[in-house]
Every structure is written in structure tokens, then in C-alpha cells.
T-cell receptor, first 115, second 115 residues
Framework: AQKVTQAQTEISVVEKEDVTLDCVYE???????LFWYKQPPSGELVFLIRRNSFDEQNEISGRYSWNFQKSTSSFNFTITASQVVDSAVYFC????????????FGKGTRLSVIA | KAGVTQTPRYLIKTRGQQVTLSCSPI?????VSWYQQTPGQGLQFLFEYFSETQRNKGNFPGRFSGRQFSNSRSEMNVSTLELGDSALYLCASSELRASSYNEQFFGPGTRLTVL
């Protein structure tokens, strides 16, 4: 069975600090996709990234970066120089490569960035 | 293209009542999935519809049901509401093409409060 664990329930940081959100997953599939979504107070899930399991290169997009380590089944997300607008709940998710089975989500990490 | 729309955005019901939530997918998307989000359980998959047929189903009691219409719009119904049904109900749509990964796009959700 697939499972995603986000051990950090809530994190508070001061603006401009870097913050890392942890994600650990379990799956029996040899290939799979990992995701991060952002959920602002409005409620809509905003897609941030999808990573295929055979691509272990780290990715950077502006202030966001992702560290995928298959050996430890982790897909961590770092926000550099955090801003108040980054305050949201962040979800890590897992799916098979077809997308034909439901996304399995972690329970989310609530990030509060204080000015 | 317009995004996924969900109506109503907010709803208050009392125990024992029933409720119907609506989701209009992105134009051209034929798959609609429903998720329940609660503080305790996080995001949990309810069911998925494609071409008016239920394709996948999560582990929820029979009080939760859904359907999809020929225009791909979907409704979910919860009968005999319980306090624990208070949640944010998210709808996601995808194209469901066989040849590639099918990204899910989420709506803003319907926040249901059961008193």
C-alpha cells in the first residue's frame, strides 16, 4: 500500500528564513510520481511540482527547491528566504505513473511565515 | 480555460440532513475525483468518475455517493449527515488520456459544516 508521511504538522518561521518541509513515502511500485501542492487559505490546491521516481536530480525553481532521495524514500521541499505569502498548508503526494489511481496525500504541513 | 468550479463554496447543515455538492470540471476533462479534507485525517480520496461511471472508490461508508452527468459535471451526495462529515470537499478533474500522465486540477472546495 502507498503511504506518505509528513511528520511536521506545523512550522513557524520568521520572514527571510529558509525552511524545509519533510516528506517520506512508502510504495511497492518501482516507478511512481511524487508531488508537492500548496493550499493557501482560499482552499484550492495549487500544484507545485511533479517528480518521476527515476529522475533523482534535485530541482530548483526560484526560491523553491526539492531534494529527492530514493535511498531514503524522501522528497523534501525547501523554501529559501521565506515570505509571508508562503504561509499555507503544503501537501506531499504520491501516485502511480499512469495517474489512473488516486493521489495519496500526506496530512500536510502548515507553514506560518511571520513578518 | 476556466478552472474547476465547485458550488456552493460554503454550506451549513444539521445532523441527519442530506447534502449535494456540485463540481464542474475544466472543459474537455472527463474524469472527476472527489476528496475529503479534515484536520484529523488530511486529504482522503472519496471516488472518481469517468464517462458517467465510477472508476475508483475510496474507503467511505455508503452514505457518500456520487454521479457524473454526460457533460462531465459531477455531484456528490452525503445522506444522514454526521458531525464528522464536517470537512472541505475538494473536486479535481483530469483529461484521462491513455498515453500520458493525467494531471489533476483542483477546485476551491466546498466547506461543509454539520451542526
Amino acid at each position: 500500500a502507498q503511504k506518505v508521511t509528513q511528520a511536521q504538522t506545523e512550522i513557524s518561521v520568521v520572514e527571510k528564513e529558509d525552511v524545509t518541509l519533510d516528506c517520506v513515502y512508502e510504495t511497492r511500485d518501482t516507478t511512481y510520481y511524487l508531488f508537492w501542492y500548496k493550499q493557501p487559505p482560499s482552499g484550492e490546491l495549487v500544484f507545485l511540482i511533479r517528480r518521476n521516481s527515476f529522475d533523482e536530480q534535485n530541482e530548483i525553481s526560484g526560491r523553491y527547491s526539492w531534494n529527492f532521495q530514493k535511498s531514503t524514500s524522501s522528497f523534501n521541499f525547501t523554501i529559501t528566504a521565506s515570505q509571508v505569502v508562503d504561509s499555507a498548508v503544503y501537501f506531499c503526494a504520491l501516485s502511480d505513473v499512469s495517474g489512473n489511481t488516486p493521489l495519496v496525500f500526506g496530512k500536510g504541513t502548515r507553514l506560518s511565515v511571520i513578518a | 480555460k476556466a478552472g474547476v468550479t465547485q458550488t456552493p463554496r460554503y454550506l451549513i447543515k444539521t445532523r441527519g440532513q442530506q447534502v449535494t455538492l456540485s463540481c464542474s470540471p475544466i472543459s474537455g476533462h472527463r474524469s472527476v475525483s472527489w476528496y475529503q479534507q479534515t484536520p484529523g485525517q488530511g486529504l482522503q480520496f472519496l471516488f472518481e468518475y469517468f464517462s458517467e461511471t465510477q472508476r475508483n472508490k475510496g474507503n467511505f461508508p455508503g452514505r457518500f455517493s456520487g454521479r457524473q452527468f454526460s457533460n462531465s459535471r459531477s455531484e456528490m451526495n452525503v445522506s444522514t449527515l454526521e458531525l464528522g462529515d464536517s470537512a472541505l470537499y475538494l473536486c479535481a478533474s483530469s483529461e484521462l488520456r491513455a498515453s500520458s500522465y493525467n494531471e489533476q486540477f483542483f477546485g476551491p472546495g466546498t466547506r461543509l459544516t454539520v451542526l
